[in-house]
C-alpha cells in the first residue's frame, strides 16, 4: 500500500477518505514493456463507492454525484493509472489522481456571474464587421446586388 492512503487518502483539509473505503484492482498493462508486458498486472485501478461513503456530508457527495457523474459506475468513482512499467509506481500516481478528482467535485461553486451589456462600440463595430463580410461575400456572388 502506497504510503500517502496508508491509513486513508487525504483529499483536503476536511475530507480524508479512509482506507477501507478505497478498493485496488491490477491487470496487464498495455503499451511498452518489454517480456514482462504480459505477465505482469502493473495497470492499477482505484476505486471509491461515492454512494456508500460514511464521511461524505449530503452537500459533498450531491456536489460528486453530479460533477463527476459522467465517471461514475453505479455510484463507483475510479481513477486507472498504467503509465509507468511498475506497478508500485502506477499505485503512488492513481492516489494523487484520485484526491485531485475528489478536491474539484467537492469544492463550492465559484461566484455567480454578473450581467452586463455590451457597449454600445463593441455593438456597433460587430455591425460594421458584419456589414463588411456580407459586402465581401456579395461580391463575389455572380448575381446583380442589390444597393443598401
Known amino acids: 500500500m502506497p504510503s500517502s492512503i496508508r491509513s486513508g487518502l487525504v483529499v483536503g483539509p ?12 491490477f491487470s496487464r498493462s498495455s503499451g511498452p514493456g518489454g517480456q514482462g508486458v504480459n505477465t505482469t498486472d502493473s495497470r492499477v485501478e ?4 461515492v454512494g456508500r461513503s460514511a464521511v461524505l456530508s449530503r452537500v459533498q457527495r450531491e456536489r460528486i454525484l453530479a ?8 455510484g463507483v468513482l475510479t481513477v ?5 512499467r511498475e506497478q508500485r509506481r502506477n499505485r503512488d500516481a492513481a492516489a494523487p489522481g484520485l484526491a485531485a478528482l475528489v478536491a474539484d467535485a467537492v469544492a463550492p ?7 452586463t451589456r455590451r457597449t454600445r462600440g463593441s ?14 461575400k ?3 456572388s455572380s448575381r446583380p446586388s442589390r444597393d443598401d
Open 46 to 49: 482505484l476505486s471509491w463507492d
Open 109 to 115: 461553486p465559484g461566484p455567480r456571474r454578473r450581467a
Open 138 to 140: 456579395r461580391m463575389r
Open 14 to 25: 476536511s475530507l480524508t477518505i479512509p482506507r477501507a473505503e478505497l478498493t485496488e484492482r
Open 80 to 84: 486507472t493509472a498504467s503509465e509507468h
Open 67 to 74: 460533477r463527476t457523474g459522467h465517471r461514475l459506475v453505479d
Open 123 to 136: 455593438q456597433e463595430h460587430r455591425l460594421k464587421a458584419k456589414k463588411q463580410r456580407s459586402a465581401t
